[in-house]
C-alpha cells in the first residue's frame, strides 16, 4: 500500500547538521500530517516536529530553533533538518505520514524504518 524510506542519519560532530528525508510511495491521494519521532537509547520515543498539510508546523521545545521541518507535497516527502546537533539528540529517528490512500477508506498512518542519528561531542 504505503511504503516510506527513509535517508540521511548519520554521525556528526556537537554543533553540525544533517538532513533527514522521509520519502513515500504507492496510491497515495493526498498526505496529511507528516511527523518525526526519535527515541535514544533507553528512552521513550518522543515526537520531535510535525507538519501538516496547511504547512503549519511544531515541534518539541528540545528542538525548537534547531530543527526545521519541510515538505514537498508533489514528492510525497518529507525533511528534517537538524542544526546545531548536540550528544543529547542522538536517536533513532522515525518519520511517520497519516495518508488517504486510493480505494482505502479513511486516513492511514504509516512509518518509516528509522534512521540514527548519533552526534559525537
Known amino acids: 500500500q504505503v511504503q516510506l524510506v527513509q535517508s540521511g542519519g548519520g554521525l556528526v560532530q556537537a554543533g553540525g547538521s544533517l538532513r533527514l528525508s522521509c520519502a513515500a510511495s504507492?496510491?497515495?491521494?493526498?498526505?496529511?500530517?507528516i511527523g518525526w519521532y526519535r527515541q535514544a537509547p533507553g528512552k521513550q520515543r518522543e515526537l520531535v516536529a510535525v507538519?501538516?498539510?496547511?504547512?503549519?508546523?511544531d515541534s518539541a521545545d528540545s528542538v525548537k530553533g534547531r530543527f526545521i521541518i519541510s515538505r514537498d507535497n508533489a514528492k510525497n516527502a518529507g525533511y528534517l533538518q537538524v542544526n546545531s546537533l548536540k550528544p543529547e539528540d542522538t536517536a533513532v529517528y522515525y518519520c511517520?505520514?497519516?495518508?488517504?490512500?486510493?480505494?482505502?477508506?479513511?486516513?492511514?498512518?504509516?512509518w518509516g524504518q528509522g534512521t540514527q542519528v548519533t552526534v559525537s561531542s
Open positions: 504507492g496510491n497515495i491521494v493526498s498526505m496529511r500530517t
Open positions: 511517520y505520514v497519516i495518508v488517504k490512500v486510493a480505494g482505502i477508506w479513511g486516513s492511514h498512518a504509516y
Open positions: 507538519i501538516n498539510s496547511d504547512n503549519s508546523t
